[in-house]
């Protein structure tokens, strides 16, 4: 499914008073196996970018599915082109230094609310149950300037789910069909949103609504278990990520009973020279129908 990332807009979307619209030259990957450095030519594209990215999808999703489930393909609902502005109440950045909208008005109407995607993939279980895979990576909350205009989408983009879960009449997907997730749906919220409920210095109000709504179940939060706990004594026990936070989900719908959940983290003498994710595999095992 495509994405925004590296998908250029046509706009200036960091200010900077250039249009960059080439895709630049990536340098090829060291022989070590890491990433490549970003180069400058490669950081002035992405911040024009839709979603950052220097070329188009870097940095975006993926879903696997097991070969035993069904992908009901025609049934898939993406949201990567719905406006920011379409959403009631937007979270607009505001350049602190003129009190201006950050976004002129002809970018803002163009702007699409998602950095990457939301994908909405239903999944059909081997007892015919159908699960609806609610995916997103919301933008970092950070690497923003003094709009801090990724601290707001990451925001929205989260907000964009509870919206969803309450059949809010903007949404509307990439096929032009409108309206949320049916009310019986059974549903788990997956990904990276790069939001933790504990971190006073994001704006957080989003990420608590969709851990307490009332059609989540939030009430499990996944934790290293007490030995790697240990092992990385820097970490809070819930934190997903290397820098000290938790930024990954597996949040089921309320009718699911979650029975296990666990932060993969590694001993320390199995982690890899090159480190191929400053994030934790995050599992649950839940049970589906009564």
């Known amino acids: 499914l495509p994405v925004n990332t590296g998908v250029h807009s046509g706009f200036d979307l960091?200010?900077?008073?250039?249009?960059?619209?080439?895709?630049?030259?990536?340098?090829?990957s060291p022989e070590d196996g890491s990433v490549a450095p970003q180069t400058d030519a490669g950081r002035a594209y992405g911040n024009d970018a839709w979603g950052f990215g220097v070329f188009p999808g870097q940095y975006g999703m993926a879903l696997f599915v097991r070969d035993d489930w069904t992908v009901l393909r025609d049934s898939i609902r993406t949201f990567r082109q719905l406006r920011w502005h379409a959403?009631?109440?937007?979270?607009?950045?505001?350049?602190?230094?003129?009190?201006?909208?950050?976004y002129a008005p002809d970018e803002w109407a163009e702007m699409r609310l998602s950095s990457k995607s939301h994908w909405d993939v239903p999944v059909k279980l081997p007892g015919g149950e159908v699960l609806h895979v609610l995916a997103?990576?919301?933008?970092?909350?950070?690497?923003?300037?003094?709009?801090?205009?990724?601290?707001?989408r990451n925001q929205d983009e989260i907000r964009l789910w509870i919206d969803y879960l309450n059949d809010a009449e903007y949404v509307e997907d990439d096929s032009g069909r409108a309206g949320g997730l049916h009310e019986d749906a059974s549903f788990v919220v997956m990904g990276d949103l790069n939001a933790d409920p504990d971190d006073a210095s994001i704006f957080r109000d989003a990420i608590r609504r969709l851990i307490d709504h009332e059609r989540v179940n939030g009430a499990v939060v996944p934790k290293a278990s007490p030995a790697r706990q240990a092992d990385y004594p820097d970490l809070d026990p819930d934190d997903t990520a290397r820098w000290e936070a938790r930024a990954d989900?597996?949040?089921?719908?309320?009718?699911?009973?979650?029975?296990?959940?666990e932060i993969w983290r590694p001993h320390p003498d199995r982690v890899p020279e090159v480190s191929v994710s400053d994030h934790f595999p995050v599992w649950m095992d839940v049970r589906v129908g009564p």
């Open 249 to 261: 989900y597996v949040l089921p719908s309320a009718n699911f009973t979650v029975q296990d959940a």
């Open 87 to 102: 959403m009631p109440n937007a979270s607009v950045p505001i350049d602190t230094t003129t009190y201006e909208p950050w």
């Open 14 to 28: 960091n200010n900077d008073g250039q249009i960059v619209s080439t895709v630049p030259d990536v340098p090829a």
């Open 136 to 152: 997103s990576h919301p933008t970092p909350p950070g690497f923003d300037g003094v709009a801090r205009r990724n601290s707001h």
